[in-house]
């Protein structure tokens, strides 16, 4: 291949995080046991004594996170991102600054301990997701975000509600997180939303949101660097981090901030739920996600796909079959993959280019009429091969009209490579 390829934007500190590629996001916590989405105080505008009938009955018995860690090694997945407390404030951990935690619940352990542990030694990278939204402190402020938001005596409660004791909490659980479990290679914070405008129930514009200023943002980023050099750190507190973090939708190339490219991880639920969500059937199917995970290498980003394990710590049977169709692909395709990142070229319909190095990759969406051509290629490949099995592919250059078509204007297809395919896609 002799175009030239945009470079890849790297995480100076973390080069392995734009080779890995692909990582497995889970979303665990006390919503697990409700089993019908993360967000369901919210949705159900419970209150904390509500919500604790979960904390009550949390009892995991059959985690076990060395199960987690091959299912995201089978599925070629390099890095692990677990919720150590979402925004339920629920910490999975034995934290010392607060009661709502595992070791108080049936469970009775720290659930981070073994986690950490597992992946270590399956060669994954260790992530933690960290919530700084909260519904459950008691100095987090009510806001349209809050699962309380619908409490009459809202504004009566936030003047007792001191939102610099609540930075301080956060920090101090981060400081937990980042001081007692080793090498951490990946935060994810969830989120600020420093615009949004909610309207009350009587009229007026509730809240404007919480942002950078409210979680100490750049204090905590230099507490960050300081207990964790090497770690990575997405961009949700509002302060610049060393990725950006497009949630639930495929960009449509390179992403940018502040004019500048910079590396970027979608992340993407496998039924629309990141919590466990019993009675939801609208998963995606295995060549979706890996239709997904190709485009996204194709732009230069990265894929955290979510499971949410249920309240007795297993990954349900569906997503275990998702994960296995992501493994056999990943198997045979992972040199696509791993390393790999924008071509550079525009692909033809149905098809994505990676590039790693000087081999090109091309993957097909659809499988074309035998033949395909590749505007621009002809003169630069040397050798083709399908990737599942290394046979080969006959290449051509056919004279410009055949190539493009009796119908387009002669010397329009100059350049185009044509490939002889197998009449049938192969399987895998
Ligand atoms: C957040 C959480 O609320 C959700 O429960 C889950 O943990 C997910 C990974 O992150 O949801 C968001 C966060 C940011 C945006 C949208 C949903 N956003 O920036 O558009």
Redesign the pocket.
């Known amino acids: 291949m002799a175009a030239t390829p945009p470079t890849q934007v790297v995480i100076p500190h973390a080069p392995w995080f734009t080779d890995d590629r692909l990582g497995m996001f889970v ?1 665990w916590g006390l919503y697990s046991l409700a089993a019908r989405h ?2 369901v105080m919210y949705r159900e505008s419970m209150s904390v004594g509500e919500y604790s009938k979960y904390f009550e009955h949390f009892d995991p018995d059959l985690y076990d996170p060395r199960e987690w860690a091959a299912a995201a090694k089978n599925a070629g997945m390099k890095y692990v991102v677990l919720t150590t407390k ?2 339920d404030g629920f910490a999975l951990w034995d934290s010392a600054l607060t009661e709502y935690k595992s070791t108080n619940t049936p469970c009775g352990r720290d659930l981070l301990t073994p986690y950490v542990a597992a992946l270590r030694e399956a060669g994954l990278k260790v992530g933690f997701y960290h919530s700084v939204i909260d519904w459950h402190h008691p100095d987090y402020t009510i806001d349209g975000n809050h699962a309380d938001r619908n409490n009459p005596h809202w504004q009566e409660l936030n003047k007792t509600r001191d939102g610099a004791k609540y930075r301080e909490y956060l920090h101090g659980q981060v400081r937990e997180l980042l001081s007692n479990y080793g090498q951490i290679d990946y935060l994810f914070f ?2 600020s939303y420093p615009d949004v405008a909610t309207a009350n129930p009587d009229g007026g514009a509730k809240f404007a949101g919480k942002g950078a200023n409210d979680w100490g943002s750049v204090e905590l980023m230099e507490m960050i660097r300081d207990l964790q050099p090497g770690i990575v750190v997405n961009d949700r507190l509002n302060v610049p981090g060393d990725f950006v973090t497009p ?1 639930q939708y495929q960009p449509a190339g390179a992403m940018l901030s502040g004019g500048k490219e910079v590396p970027w991880e979608a ?1 993407q639920t496998l039924n629309g739920s ?1 919590g466990y969500d019993r009675d939801n059937l609208d998963y995606k199917s295995s060549e979706q996600l890996i239709h997904m995970l190709i485009d996204g290498v194709s732009k230069g980003g990265n894929l955290l796909l979510n499971v949410g394990p249920t309240a007795r710590g297993q990954i349900d049977p569906r997503a275990h079959q998702a994960l296995a169709g992501i493994g056999g692909w990943m198997h045979l395709h992972s040199r696509s993959i791993y390393g790999a990142g924008a071509a550079g070229i525009t692909a033809p319909q149905d098809a994505r280019y990676t590039l790693r190095g000087n081999r090109l990759y091309l993957h097909l969406f659809a499988w074309p009429f035998q033949f395909i051509h590749l505007p621009g290629l002809a003169g630069k490949v040397r050798y083709a091969q399908l990737l599942n099995d290394a046979s080969e592919v006959a290449m051509m250059v056919l004279d410009p009209g055949q190539a493009a078509g009796h119908m387009t204007p002669a010397g329009q297809a100059s350049g185009t490579l044509t490939l002889k395919l197998p009449v049938q896609r192969p399987g895998v």
């Open positions: 979303h993360e967000w979402h925004h969830d989120f949630e992340c990141w």
